[in-house]
C-alpha cells in the first residue's frame, strides 16, 4: 500500500513549456485535490475532484488544467508555464468527504517545480 | 477571509507539552476544527479534529473552548520529531475544500 505518490519529484521547465503533474492514491479513495505551496504560506487548493470523471475549481485555478480519468489518478496540466508557477505542488485523496466531517486528506510528497 | 488564526511561530523544550492557539471566531455551528502538521518538505499530515467535545487520540489532544471560537492543540511530551508547522483548519462537512493558513511553526528545542 504505497498511499500517495507523485511524479516527478522535481522539475525545471522554461517559461511557454507544458508539463503534467501525476498523482496516484491506491486507497480507492473518491476525492482527490492538487495544492500549490509558496515558500512561508500555507496550501492553496487548485483544483479538485469528488469521483472519476469530474473535476472543479479550488481557490487558485488559473492556468492548471486537471483530468480524473481513472478514479486512482489525478492529473495536473500546465499548458504554457510561467515563472509565477514555481511552486511546490502536493497532491492529497479522501474517502468520502461528506460523512460528518470525519474523514481526512492523505498527503503525497510533493513535487518541486521552477519555472524559468 | 481568514477563518483562523494562528500565531506564527512557537518554541517549546523537548519533553515538556506544546499547547498550540487557534482563533476560529466566525465559526459557525456545522464547522469542525482541524489540526495538521507539516515537516520540512513533507506532504501535510493530519493530527485530530473535533466539533464541540475534546478530543484525544495517540498523537495529541483537542481543547475546544465551550463558545467553540477558539481551540488548543496539546502535544504531551514534545519531541524533537514535532517540529513542524502546525495548521488549523475549519471546515464545513459538506465543503470539500481545505483552508490551510500560514500555521504556527513550532520549533521543539533540547
Known amino acids: 500500500n504505497a498511499g500517495v505518490t507523485q511524479t516527478p519529484k522535481f522539475r525545471v521547465l522554461k517559461t511557454g513549456q507544458s508539463m503534467t503533474l501525476l498523482c496516484a492514491q491506491d486507497?480507492?479513495?473518491?476525492?482527490m485535490y492538487w495544492y500549490r505551496q509558496d515558500p512561508g504560506m500555507g496550501l492553496r487548493l487548485i483544483h479538485y475532484?469528488?469521483?472519476?470523471?469530474?473535476?472543479a475549481k479550488g481557490e487558485v485555478p488559473d492556468g492548471y488544467n486537471v483530468s480524473r480519468l481513472k478514479k486512482q489518478n489525478f492529473l495536473l496540466g500546465l499548458e504554457s508555464a510561467a515563472p509565477s508557477q514555481t511552486s511546490v505542488y502536493f497532491c492529497?485523496?479522501?474517502?468520502?468527504?461528506?460523512?460528518?466531517?470525519?474523514?481526512?486528506?492523505?498527503f503525497g510528497p510533493g513535487t518541486r517545480l521552477l519555472v524559468l | 477571509d481568514a477563518k483562523t488564526t494562528q500565531p506564527p511561530s512557537m518554541d517549546c523544550a523537548e519533553g515538556r507539552a506544546a499547547n498550540l492557539p487557534c482563533n476560529h471566531s466566525?465559526?459557525?455551528?456545522?464547522?469542525?476544527v482541524y489540526w495538521y502538521r507539516q515537516i520540512h518538505s513533507q506532504g501535510p499530515q493530519y493530527i485530530i479534529h473535533g466539533l464541540k467535545n475534546n478530543e484525544t487520540n495517540e498523537m495529541a489532544s483537542l481543547i475546544i473552548t465551550e463558545d467553540r471560537k477558539s481551540s488548543t492543540l496539546i502535544l504531551p511530551h514534545a519531541t524533537l520529531r514535532d517540529t513542524a508547522v502546525y495548521y488549523c483548519?475549519?471546515?464545513?462537512?459538506?465543503?470539500?475544500?481545505?483552508?490551510f493558513g500560514t500555521g504556527t511553526s513550532l520549533t521543539v528545542i533540547p
Open positions: 492529497a485523496s479522501s474517502p468520502n468527504g461528506l460523512a460528518g466531517g470525519l474523514k481526512t486528506q492523505y
Open positions: 475532484s469528488v469521483g472519476e470523471g469530474t473535476t
Open positions: 483548519i475549519v471546515r464545513v462537512a459538506a465543503d470539500y475544500q481545505f483552508y
Open positions: 466566525t465559526i459557525s455551528g456545522n464547522e469542525y
Open positions: 486507497m480507492n479513495h473518491e476525492y
